[in-house]
């Protein structure tokens, strides 16, 4: 086969940067919080100091390592907690028996959760920060050396970045299969971001995998279809190699009537695979294909080679092609089973590996991997039943104090039912939300509680806005007036003043957190209730170190118009303090289960390019509030159905505070128990949240028998059938067939 020009890749390592990670400790907010992270006003208690004592200093001595790496000192939070660790040891060989007690059982956990937590990112850390330097001095294998050491401490924390950095190192030596490598791992863990997915192109390409080249830069293309450099510089240059080749490969095979030319590309191949050179017999592969693309065979060993190489998304569609045009192939089901099991796919990796043995029950391997893949499915199914039976308890304790029921329905998933008959008017459910958030445009306008949402204060630019309505108002309306002392203004400037002057642009003094100073609550006890919530997990502090991912991840926050964006990282701070406080096993996984219970969404399907956004805080918040408890939490799956369920399951909220004028919050809720109504266009109840105490309330429309479900409409009532279905469809994933719809259609 003749060599193809192939692009030169300097341009695609200039756009690319390094990540850099900064590990300055941030000493302002140690000032004016007023503690000293130094243990030498913590001298060790003596051995026979009484427990509640040393307890206490272990607790103070843990605050200190939060907030440390709250500040990215995770070298001083290290150092911390691992006094902390040698002091609980010291007391507990004077006496075991405290390990029964409160503070092993409760708090203890915690402890230990932050020191792995520190410990891992310190040491990645420091050799992040070594590697990049290495490579800033072009020692290029030394760099490499250390990213690889990062890698080997374990755990998720930072996985993309030295997948990434060391992707393009490997690139830069010439090392194509290395780099493709690490850009398939980096694109795993950031699914929808484009560098990972140019690294692997450019890879492909040196590696003259023309048509694999092609699918990932259309993946990039697809994530950034405005970049035309990236369809001038990688992509069209990938397509006419591909084309060339196959062109070629065609002209070739027409001189070979019997086609032996796909044959000739197999056995070479063959040879390769035994030899485990899979780039090489990958090559071979496609050109046989390219020739004849019903060689099952051929797309077996390609399905072998992308297994190899951990292009499982690859061989996932080659083996179940082969599996679907083969039934009977053992080998091609169990290579299917195996990439199931890669892509954390336990039900289907059972089924394969289950055929496989089917076809040859006397092969060994086949009975071992058989036998692990049922213990694997039946401890994941023993998992789910421990789960359902958890989650309708819970189902259970949040009904128990109100006539309704919430059950599963053959075919509306979780529904909510009345318990007894139902008066129109009742309240017949009230609850209060997992979390809640402010709407970004309402933000622009209005200062509001972060917990409650209780509106604070008009925004500079929000005050001008509503001054502008107003006088317009006044224009048409004099009544309007009669808020100013009957006095009509044309000037919204002169209206802003005034209303600042008699205090009509603030309904209550904020009240600020005291580390960060930027976030701000109605009172005391929302503060308060806040920080145990979430806050203490999202609290950036007042001066942040460069490169701290907690500082990336909250400007993402505040400048972001998605609602995934805003609650995405509260509900998964709320989940990790049900860890912390709650201490109830699978308490979060409960949590998580039981919202998802509700949702339409195959956990399979893709999120639109509107997620990309929303899969850069993914990253970001598994670096900033990484949680070693929570693992499934980081999963790409969960987080595409944390976007559906913020869209299908979240209610809306709007408090109006009635003294001044215009001063009204919007935002958003995710309630366990709401969550569970199903929709209908003619609803027989409906909610409404309570600025007071923050409750949402459920209230019966009509008179409603016993066992009937409750139902709440998602949209307005007063749109066409046509609209209606198009909002529903788009924003909540299914059809609406209620009585109401079926009756308009006819």
């Keep these: 086969m003749d060599k193809f020009e192939i692009p030169a890749v300097e341009e695609a390592i200039n756009e690319l940067k390094l990540t850099e990670f900064s590990t300055t400790l941030d000493k302002d907010i140690i000032e004016k919080s007023n503690i000293d992270l130094g243990l030498n006003d913590l001298p060790e208690l003596p051995p026979d100091a009484p427990d509640n004592e040393h307890f206490g200093q272990a607790c103070e001595m843990h605050n200190r390592a939060c907030l440390a790496h709250i500040c990215g000192g995770y070298d001083q939070a290290y150092k911390i907690m691992l006094a902390v660790m040698k002091r609980l040891e010291r007391v507990v060989e004077r006496n075991k028996a405290l390990?029964?007690?409160?503070?092993?059982?409760?708090?203890?956990?915690?402890?230990?959760?932050?020191?792995?937590?520190?410990a891992v990112q310190y040491q990645k850390v420091n050799h992040i920060t070594s590697a990049n330097k290495l490579f800033q001095d072009n020692d290029v294998p030394g760099a490499i050396e250390q990213w690889t050491k990062a890698l080997a401490v374990g755990g998720p924390q930072l996985n993309h970045v030295l997948f990434g950095n060391r992707g393009q190192a490997y690139m830069l030596q010439g090392e194509w299969e290395l780099a493709l490598r690490d850009a398939i791992k980096w694109a795993r863990i950031r699914k929808h971001f484009t560098p990972p997915l140019v690294i692997k192109g450019q890879s492909l390409l040196q590696l003259q995998l023309f048509s694999e080249a092609v699918a990932a830069f259309k993946k990039a293309q697809a994530l950034t279809p405005d970049d035309e450099e990236l369809v001038k510089n990688y992509l069209q240059p990938a397509e006419e190699l591909a084309a060339q080749k196959k062109e070629l490969l065609l002209e070739m095979a027409e001189q070979d009537d019997d086609m032996s030319s796909a044959e000739d590309y197999l056995e070479d191949a063959l040879v390769a695979l035994k030899k485990k050179l899979w780039v090489d017999a990958l090559l071979l592969l496609n050109d046989a294909l390219d020739v004849n693309p019903a060689l099952h065979k051929a797309q077996y060993c390609r399905a072998k080679c992308y297994f190899n190489l951990d292009m499982l998304e690859e061989a996932l569609v080659d083996c179940k092609a082969v599996t679907e045009a083969t039934p009977d192939n053992a080998k091609a089901h169990f290579l299917l089973g195996k990439i199931c099991r890669g892509?954390?796919?336990?039900?289907?990796?059972?089924?394969?590996?289950?055929?496989?043995?089917?076809?040859?029950?006397?092969?060994a391997k086949y009975l071992k991997?058989?036998?692990?893949?049922?213990?694997?499915?039946?401890?994941?199914?023993?998992?789910?039943?421990?789960l359902k039976k958890e989650r309708d308890e819970y189902h259970a304790t949040?009904?128990?104090?109100?006539?309704?029921?919430?059950?599963?329905?053959?075919?509306?998933?979780?529904a909510m039912f009345s318990a007894k008959d139902l008066k129109k008017g009742d309240v017949v459910f009230?609850?209060?939300?997992?979390?809640?958030?402010?709407?970004?445009?309402?933000?622009?306008?209005?200062?509001a509680c972060n917990k409650c949402l209780k509106p604070l204060k008009f925004t500079e630019s929000g005050l001008k806005s509503v001054a502008l309505d107003l006088v317009e108002e006044m224009k048409s309306n004099p009544a309007v007036s009669e808020q100013f002392g009957g006095v009509t203004f044309d000037n919204a400037e002169e209206l802003a003043a005034t209303m600042k002057e008699v205090g009509l642009d603030q309904a209550k003094e904020p009240v600020p957190c005291e580390f960060c100073k930027s976030t701000y609550y109605c009172s005391e006890e929302c503060r308060q209730t806040a920080f145990t919530e979430t806050h203490q997990r999202l609290c950036l502090g007042p001066n942040p170190p460069e490169g701290h991912p907690m500082k990336d991840l909250i400007a993402t926050m505040n400048e972001s118009d998605l609602p995934i964006t805003q609650m995405f990282p509260r509900l998964l701070a709320r989940m990790i303090q049900y860890q912390n406080v709650e201490g109830k096993e699978n308490k979060s996984e409960l949590l998580a289960k039981?919202?998802?219970?509700?949702?339409?969404?195959?956990?399979?399907?893709k999120p639109d390019d509107k997620l990309k956004e929303q899969n850069e805080v993914i990253a970001l918040c598994k670096d900033a509030i990484y949680d070693e408890r929570l693992p499934y939490a980081?999963?790409?799956?969960?987080?595409?159905?944390?976007?559906?369920?913020?869209?299908?399951?979240?209610?809306?909220?709007?408090?109006?505070?009635?003294?001044?004028?215009?001063?009204?919050?919007?935002?958003?809720?995710?309630?366990?128990?709401?969550?569970?109504?199903?929709?209908?266009?003619?609803p027989n109840c409906h909610y409404t949240s309570r600025s007071v105490d923050h409750k949402h309330t459920l209230i019966a429309d009509e008179d409603i028998p016993k066992d009937?479900?409750?139902?709440?409409?998602?949209?307005?009532?007063?749109?066409?059938l046509e609209d209606r279905q198009l909002i529903l469809e788009h924003t909540y994933g299914f059809k609406c067939g209620c009585p109401k719809c079926k009756a308009e259609k006819k």
């Excluded at 390990?99 to 520190?118: A, H, Q, R, S, W």
């Excluded at 892509?343 to 092969?363: C, H, N, V, W, Y």
């Excluded at 809306?652 to 128990?673: F, N, T, Y």
Aim: hydrophobic share 40%; with cysteine; glycine share 4%.
């Design 634 to 682: 980081y999963m790409p799956n969960f987080f595409w159905r944390m976007a559906s369920l913020r869209a299908r399951n979240s209610t809306q909220i709007k408090i109006v505070d009635s003294q001044i004028p215009g001063l009204e919050v919007e935002g958003a809720a995710l309630c366990a128990g709401i969550s569970a109504i199903n929709h209908s266009c003619t």
């Design 369 to 386: 991997e058989a036998e692990d893949s049922a213990a694997q499915y039946t401890e994941h199914q023993e998992r789910e039943d421990k």
């Design 343 to 363: 892509l954390l796919m336990p039900e289907q990796a059972f089924d394969a590996f289950g055929r496989a043995m089917e076809l040859s029950p006397d092969t």
């Design 398 to 414: 949040l009904t128990k104090d109100w006539p309704v029921v919430i059950k599963e329905t053959e075919d509306r998933g979780r």
């Design 430 to 447: 009230e609850e209060t939300p997992i979390v809640s958030f402010q709407m970004q445009t309402s933000q622009n306008r209005v200062m």
């Design 708 to 720: 009937i479900e409750l139902t709440i409409s998602y949209v307005s009532q007063k749109l066409s």
């Design 99 to 118: 390990l029964e007690g409160d503070f092993f059982k409760d708090i203890f956990p915690t402890m230990v959760n932050l020191f792995v937590g520190v």
């Design 594 to 605: 039981n919202l998802f219970q509700h949702m339409s969404a195959d956990e399979n399907d």
